[in-house]
Each structure stands twice: as structure tokens, then as C-alpha cells.
């Protein structure tokens, strides 16, 4: 297969429930995937302190860096203040994401001045809800974004369907949120899938592939789709973060591997 990917493939870092008000974790977590070999950061103004940390976890090393971050408010002076302070903060961003597509049209028009001047490489919208998916391709056949960002794991595959061969027609990277599962009957819970770990014999298979644990096992499951550039596990735990972005390179896991993890995780 032709490789396509525009920003991957590569394990990123999320920065949700994680970072908040806590620069010294950012710090620590940031380092151990940015020597890992991860490149991508997202986060959001939704995500407390979370922008803040990463500035201050940056200190030193911005360029080893990409920055996704959002706008997420309906007002766009609101937005217009939230990107002056990342600004500030970021010095520029990489990648400016509409969050959860929160009034994606009225930004739309500065956005692509700011990236048309060149003090953002690329506009990317998000969501987490598979009820907004249409939605979603509505703003993405507009032609005017670069990213989309969505859920996908093995409980979570509802992106396969429209949104990524869309972005594949449309040459429209791909990041992945919530990896390690996110709804159980019907609610939200972050890692969902961590609690279904078979243990190291059921994972023998996935060895050779550099897969060694459960978390690895459901990261190469998604980057392992041509379609995808980058999942994005949160962590707080330094160790996690250099696991987590050891499985960013190939071998890729094929269709019989992939049906594996997916039975493991008790999908269909
Ligand atoms: N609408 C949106 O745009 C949207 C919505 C949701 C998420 N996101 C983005 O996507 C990112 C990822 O989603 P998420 O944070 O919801 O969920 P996630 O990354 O799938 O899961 C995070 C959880 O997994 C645990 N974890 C991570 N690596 C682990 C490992 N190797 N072993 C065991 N546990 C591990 C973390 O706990 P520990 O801290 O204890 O390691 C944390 O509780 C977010 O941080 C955010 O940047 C965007």
C-alpha cells in the first residue's frame, strides 16, 4: 500500500485530565515522549490548565514540538482571545482544531487568515460523538480543513465508515483520540479497554510487532489503519508515555492482528 500520511504515522501525547494545573508532571511526561520520539501534543482551552503546563513543559525544547490545540467557544472575540494566549504562550500553533466543531463556520474566516499569513501551519476540526459525524463531514467537504480528530478503538469504530475514507479522498490527516476506549454501555469512561487486559500469553502473537503489553497492543491497533497519522494517549506517568510511543513505528500490525486485539477487546 502507497504510504499517504500527511503527519504520522507517530504515537502523539493528549494533554485531557492529565496536565491541568501540574507544569511539573507536564514536564516529566512531555520529556519522557518527546525523547521517545513522539512529536504531536493536543490540548485545548477545555482542558484546564493543561495549555499552560505545556508552555511551561516546552521551555527549551519548543521546536522538538508540534502543538495541536483548539478554539473551543461559540464567541469569536472569546476566540480570538483564546488564541492570543497561546500565542503567547506556544510562540505559534502548528495545528489550530475547532473544538467539538463549537461554531466551526464563524471561525472558519480568521482561522484561514491566520493561516494564510502563515502563523498557523494547519486548521483541523474535532469531535468526540459520533452523533455529530455528519456534521463533521460537512465542515471537512468544505475543502478548508487539514486535521480531523475523532475517536477510534476496537469499542469505537463508528470514524470507518464516512469520516476516513473521507479524509483519505480528501488527503486530510487524521488523529486519533480516546485509544484506549472511552464508552461503556452508552457513558463515558477514559482507558475503558485497560480494564480488559489478557495478559502476556494472549499477546504473544503481537511480539514481533513490537507490541508487548495491552495498552501497546490497542495503540498499534489504530495506528496500524493507513488512514491514520497519529493517536494521542493521555498519560500522567512518565514510563507510560515512553511505552505508549514505542509502538509509533513499524512493523504494523496486520488484518489477522488487528482482528485479534479487537477480539480481546471484546468487540464483534
Ligand atoms: N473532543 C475532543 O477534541 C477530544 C475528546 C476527548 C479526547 N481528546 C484528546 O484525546 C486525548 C486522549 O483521550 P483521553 O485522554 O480521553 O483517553 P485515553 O488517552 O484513551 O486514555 C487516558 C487514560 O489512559 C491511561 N493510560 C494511558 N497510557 C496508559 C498505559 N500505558 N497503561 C495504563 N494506563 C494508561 C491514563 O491514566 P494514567 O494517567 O494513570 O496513565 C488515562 O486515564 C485527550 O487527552 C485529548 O487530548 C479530544
Known amino acids: 500500500m502507497i504510504e499517504q500520511r500527511k503527519l504520522g504515522p507517530v504515537v502523539g501525547l493528549g494533554t485531557y485530565g492529565t496536565f491541568d494545573d501540574d507544569a511539573d508532571t507536564a514536564t516529566r511526561v512531555l520529556g519522557a515522549a518527546l525523547d521517545s520520539g513522539a512529536t504531536l501534543v493536543d490540548s485545548s482551552p477545555m482542558y484546564g490548565g493543561a495549555e499552560q503546563s505545556l508552555a511551561a513543559a516546552l521551555a527549551g525544547r519548543r521546536d522538538a514540538a508540534v502543538v495541536a490545540t483548539k478554539i473551543w467557544t461559540p464567541d469569536v472575540d472569546e476566540g480570538r482571545a483564546q488564541y492570543a494566549r497561546q500565542q503567547r504562550w506556544f510562540g505559534r500553533v502548528e495545528i489550530e482544531q475547532v473544538h467539538n466543531l463549537v461554531a466551526w463556520r464563524e471561525h472558519l474566516a480568521w482561522l484561514e487568515r491566520e493561516r494564510d499569513e502563515g502563523r ?15 456534521e463533521l ?69 503481537l511480539r514481533p510487532f513490537g507490541v508487548e503489553t495491552w495498552p501497546q497492543a490497542l495503540l498499534a491497533w489504530a495506528l496500524s489503519d493507513p488512514r491514520v497519522d497519529v493517536v494521542i494517549p493521555a498519560t500522567s506517568r512518565p514510563e507510560r508515555a515512553r511505552t505508549n510511543v514505542a509502538v509509533g513505528s513499524p512493523p504494523w500490525l496486520g488484518d489477522d492482528e488487528r482482528a485479534l486485539v479487537s477480539r480481546l477487546a471484546g468487540a464483534a
Open 120 to 134: 498557523i501551519d494547519r486548521l483541523g476540526v474535532t469531535h468526540y460523538d459520533a452523533n455529530a459525524f455528519e
Open 137 to 205: 463531514e460537512t465542515a471537512l467537504r468544505t475543502g478548508h480543513f487539514d486535521t480531523v480528530q475523532v475517536p477510534l478503538n476496537p469499542r469505537e469504530r463508528e470514524c470507518e465508515r464516512r469520516i476516513l475514507p473521507l479524509a483519505e479522498e480528501l488527503g486530510i490527516a487524521v488523529i486519533v483520540m480516546r485509544p484506549l476506549g472511552g464508552k461503556v454501555r452508552g457513558a463515558w469512561l477514559r482507558g475503558s479497554l485497560l480494564r480488559r487486559d489478557p495478559g502476556p500469553r494472549a499477546l504473544e502473537p
